[in-house]
């Protein structure tokens, strides 16, 4: 069976201080790796897709990365509008969404 | 920026009640998807549609569940006999890349309608 674990489940951050966010999936014959944003009362907002280990991809202060069993979601110097549920999820068959980290950045 | 609109915002109904849900996907997308997410819950996917046809659906996709593409516009997810266990957001979403058997590129969502059933 297809699986996303997404930790940690919850993360508060001091505004510049960098993390990140780890999503470790099993899946059979991975199609493609999504990151998204959801803000509360909306829709997951596109953010990267990865198709290869170690691929990368950038965008402002997200980078992602992908290994053949997880990725990571790096956040540098995250400011207070980076706040946000981050979601992954995996396309084998069906898109398969992890339960997401709530990133809470404080000023 | 082009984007997929989904109409109502939210839906009050009661139990045993059909629903529609209305999507409109990007314009030149031709793959297209509903997921619903339970509150507090993770996104889960419900069903693809490309070519007028059913592409894949999950489980929860059952009987009670049927979609259509009844204009070159509008997408729809009809829910007949609604049970409170129903009450979720749903989302509608829409990709560009044909299911080349490879994969389905990325996937652009609506702001969702929230559907509460009483």
């Known amino acids: 069976e297809d699986q996303v674990t997404q930790s940690p489940e919850a993360l508060r951050l001091q505004e510049g201080e960098s993390s990140s966010l780890n999503c470790s999936y099993t899946?059979?014959?991975?199609?493609?790796l999504f990151w998204y944003r959801q803000d509360p009362g909306k829709g997951p907002e596109f953010l990267f897709t990865l198709y290869s280990a170690g691929e990368e991809k950038e965008k402002e202060r997200l980078k992602a990365t992908l290994t053949k069993k997880e990725s990571f979601l790096h956040i540098t110097a995250p400011k207070p509008e980076d706040s946000a549920t981050y979601l992954c999820?995996?396309?084998?068959?069906?898109?398969?969404f992890g339960t997401g980290t709530k990133l809470q950045v404080i000023p | 920026e082009p984007e997929v609109t989904q109409t109502p915002s939210h839906q009050v109904t009661q139990m045993g009640q059909e629903v529609i849900l209305r999507c409109v996907p990007i314009s030149n997308h031709l793959y297209f998807y509903w997921y619903r997410q339970i509150l507090g819950q993770k996104v889960e996917f419900l069903v693809s549609f490309y070519n007028n046809e059913i592409s894949e659906k999950s489980e929860i996709f059952d009987d009670q569940f049927s979609v259509e593409r009844p204009d070159g516009s509008n997408f729809t997810l009809k829910i007949r006999s609604t049970k409170l266990e129903d009450s979720a957001m749903y989302f509608c979403?829409?990709?560009?890349?044909?299911?080349?058997?490879?994969?389905?590129?990325?996937?652009?969502f609506g702001p969702g309608t929230r559907l509460t059933v009483l």
């Open positions: 979403a829409s990709s560009e890349a044909l299911p080349s058997g490879s994969f389905t590129d990325t996937q652009y």
């Open positions: 999820a995996v396309h084998p068959r069906e898109v398969t």
């Open positions: 899946v059979s014959g991975l199609r493609g």
